[in-house]
């Protein structure tokens, strides 16, 4: 049976082992928690720091793998582009692998190839500035971002700089504008499936949602993404994978590239987009290309996608209820309270969450029955009265 290696076995990973399990290699796994939530999962767990690559490869340089994959983590990715390197396994043949894992070398590259860019700046010491915003300089997995008044700068600083691997902070002018992510599927340095969303912030105090909607932007638009995206490809060279990027669109339409994943998008959110959103599973189809069993002849795109809604709710609490009125739309919930309560205590918001996949195809319809679902969707709490 052949083998693959998975670095970090988390909640996250669950969905992407099984599947990987079905296809029917035998998986081996490595996180730094002894009780990983997908430990029970793979056939063999080992407890390692991930950082830790020299040992990993002590422990199990002997084993023949297929291949060594980490999806939805920063640190985990690294980890395995630093092992199959050790393993002498094909990963990311480029020789700027950094623009990945560090803001200030993605925004000089964006620079130096005449991207769209904002003024930056990053080190481990920086002054204040108004209307920018400051970020870990690499692998934070999100956190560790702010904007803030002057007189908490320090503070937030120092936060910052825990949460980045080199230590180092990446502060950039602000941009105005909607926020977008672009996740393709690559192959040979070409892109050969993509999901659009457009990240949209509800005036509702109570949660958030991000939201698909792929077909409520239209082509031209769809070709502008396509094209800064495929450019970018071009001028690093890339092999395979699955790439999450974020952008912002501002009120000019420029479109600037904020940052690019190579571990496709995090958190919950590579789950749905393979069970609910593309049509066909980019898991099967990325162990099909690094295990060399990929036939681009008889692979097919679809652009028709349904559309994903994500309630991300704000604080911690008792839910009495999440309920939405179907009001004649054909949706799907995919993530629902059982026996509609359930008590969360998460620092992490992408563990409050449901999601509603929409199946109306009609672009025309789509932003109306959008407003109707948002002004349905109830989260209520014990400790507060309706």
């Known amino acids: 049976m052949k083998k693959i290696l998975y670095i970090c076995c988390g ?17 081996y796994g490595i996180d730094e928690r002894v009780n990983a939530e997908s430990k029970n999962l793979v056939d063999k767990f080992y407890n390692f720091k991930i950082q830790e690559t020299k ?3 002590s422990k199990l340089k002997k084993i023949q793998f297929s291949a060594i994959i980490s999806l939805n983590s920063d640190v985990g990715f690294n980890c395995a582009n630093n092992l199959s390197k050790l393993f002498n396994l094909e990963f990311l043949n480029t020789k700027k692998k950094d623009i990945f894992f560090k803001k200030n070398k993605l925004n000089i590259f964006l620079k130096k190839n005449k991207f769209p860019y904002k003024k930056f700046f990053y080190g481990n010491f920086l002054q204040y500035k108004n209307n920018y915003i400051y970020k870990p300089n690499s692998n934070s997995g999100s956190r560790g971002i702010f904007i803030t008044p002057k007189k908490k700068f320090k ?33 040979n340095n070409e892109i050969i499936d993509f999901i659009i969303s457009e990240k949209i912030k509800v005036k509702n105090i109570r949660y958030v949602s991000q939201t698909i909607l792929l077909s409520s932007i239209n082509k031209n638009e769809r070709e502008k993404f396509y094209n800064l995206i495929k450019k970018f490809f071009k001028k690093i060279k890339i092999n395979q994978g699955i790439f999450h990027f974020e952008l912002i669109r501002d009120i000019n339409s420029n479109l600037f590239i904020i940052d690019v994943a190579p571990r496709g998008p995090g958190f919950f959110v590579l789950e749905n987009y393979l069970n609910n959103i593309s049509s066909r599973n ?44 179907k009001n004649n739309l054909k949706y799907k ?11 969360i205590y998460s620092q992490n918001d992408s563990n409050r969450i449901a999601s509603i996949i929409i199946k109306n195809k009609n672009s025309k319809k789509l932003l109306k029955d959008l407003q109707v679902i948002k002004k349905s969707f109830i989260a209520k709490y014990t400790n507060e009265n309706y």
């Open 282 to 325: 980019w898991i099967i189809d990325y162990l099909d290309i690094i295990t060399n069993k990929f036939n681009k002849e008889k692979f097919k795109s679809f652009n028709k996608k349904p559309h994903l809604i994500h309630f991300i709710l704000k604080k911690n609490g008792t839910f009495k209820y999440i309920k939405v009125r």
């Open 155 to 187: 503070n937030f600083l120092t936060t910052a700089k825990k949460f980045s691997i080199d230590d180092k902070v990446f502060c950039q002018e602000i941009i105005n504008g909607k926020e977008f992510a672009f996740d393709c599927l690559v192959y």
């Open 55 to 57: 040992k990993i490869f």
């Open 11 to 27: 909640n996250f990973q669950k969905k992407i082992i099984k599947t990987i399990k079905k296809k029917g290699f035998q998986i």
């Open 333 to 343: 919930i995919t993530y629902f309270v059982k026996n509609n309560t359930q008590t």
